[in-house]
Nanobody
Framework: QALLAESGGGKVQPGESLRLSCTAA???????????FNWYRQTQGQERDLIAY????????NYDNSVKGRFTISRDNAKSTVYLQMNNLKPEDTAVYYC?????????WGPGTQVIVSS
């Protein structure tokens, strides 16, 4: 079982919403609340782009301009889960979405979840 697992992807029409989840497995001794989290996305043949960040305490968030005002990152440390609420989706949001946990030099990636925005 992977340490991180994304879920919530799917196919939607433009203007619709999705909420992605990134849940950490608890059996590896992973201290979820100590890690900063990021959401990235990647389209075929392109680099993986950082789109959202949340600090370990949930106080600080940052967004890429391409998603600012439409996407919201949040976390529930009690559930070891980070969320990405995506509203007003556009065709250009179509990508594989990945979460990444980081703490100093430690980094962990999830396997990704596909989001398709198409009419």
């Amino acid at each position: 079982q992977a340490l991180l697992a994304e879920s919530g992807g799917g196919k939607v029409q433009p203007g619709e919403s999705l909420r992605l989840s990134c849940t950490a497995a608890t059996e590896y001794g992973f201290t979820f609340s100590e890690y900063n989290f990021n959401w990235y996305r990647q389209t075929q043949g392109q680099e993986r782009d950082l789109i959202a960040y949340i600090s370990a305490d949930g106080v600080t968030t940052n967004y890429d301009n391409s998603v600012k005002g439409r996407f919201t990152i949040s976390r529930d440390n009690a559930k070891s889960t980070v969320y990405l609420q995506m509203n007003n989706l556009k065709p250009e949001d179509t990508a594989v979405y990945y979460c990444k946990a980081e703490l100093r030099t430690n980094m962990y990636w999830g396997p990704g979840t596909q989001v398709i925005v198409s009419s």
